[in-house]
């Protein structure tokens, strides 16, 4: 089974829509999480962490579910410039430390 | 806030040679870096870790003598392809971790296609 699985999309929503995607991760002693975004042919850069509670930044909102260990990411009123591969990354024991694990990642596109 | 480098960005090389890739963290201490692999379409996948002054701890499935990773200070990890064959082009990224902090940085890619 896979550490991090993903929903692979692609979700295509016109300007202005609200997309909503999650990510389940096996291993239950992971520590903390975190969405990334990946676009084409570049390196992954943190979007956000996602903290128990549940946080927002900005048209971003996260939340976690550790019972069912499943994290979820909200983007409302979609930009173009969203479009990108978010990429579910997870902090999980690795012998005496920690390792990210990723989620294959859930590509969006937001057309005009 | 922190950069990691990476260099180069993009190598095309002909099968049978080496290609050493060059991570550096610019403006903190890293005392671990870790090496990724992506396919397209696919995860990053852990290829090794490696701590500063001591011999990288490679992923199961990685083989350590064609992915030679060298970490000889906290600034600057290399990992160096060798002998490259076809099915070795991929995306290959590092990620430096900050000492005494719970954040990896990466680097920006490099696109490494074996003809």
């Known amino acids: 089974r896979k550490e991090v699985e993903q929903d692979p999309g692609p979700f295509n929503v016109p300007e202005g829509a609200t997309v909503a995607f999650n990510c389940t991760y096996s291993n239950s002693a992971s520590q903390s999480f975190f969405w990334y975004r990946q676009d084409c042919r570049k390196e992954p850069k943190l979007l956000m962490s996602v903290y128990s509670s549940g946080n927002e930044d900005g048209r971003f909102t996260a939340q976690l579910n550790r019972a069912s260990q499943y994290i979820s990411l909200l983007i409302r009123d979609s930009k173009l410039s969203d479009s990108a591969t978010y990429l579910c990354?997870?902090?999980?024991?690795?012998?005496?430390?920690?390792?990210?694990?990723f989620g294959a990642g859930t590509t969006v596109t937001v057309r005009a | 806030g922190a950069v990691v480098s990476q260099h180069p960005s993009w190598v095309i090389c002909k099968s049978g040679t080496s290609v050493k890739i060059e991570c550096r963290s610019l403006d903190f201490q890293a005392t671990t870096m870790f090496w990724y692999r992506q396919f397209p379409k696919q995860s990053l996948m852990l290829m090794a870790t490696s701590n500063e002054g001591s011999k990288a701890t490679y992923e199961q499935g990685v083989e350590k003598d064609k992915f030679l990773i060298n970490h000889a200070s906290l600034t600057l990890s290399t990992l160096t392809v060798t002998s490259a064959h076809p099915e070795d082009s991929s995306f290959y990224i590092c990620?430096?971790?900050?000492?005494?902090?719970?954040?990896?940085?990466f680097g920006a890619g490099t696109r490494l296609s074996v003809l």
């Open positions: 990354v997870v902090n999980t024991p690795w012998g005496n430390d920690y390792k990210l694990s």
């Open positions: 990620s430096a971790r900050a000492v005494a902090k719970n954040i990896q940085y």
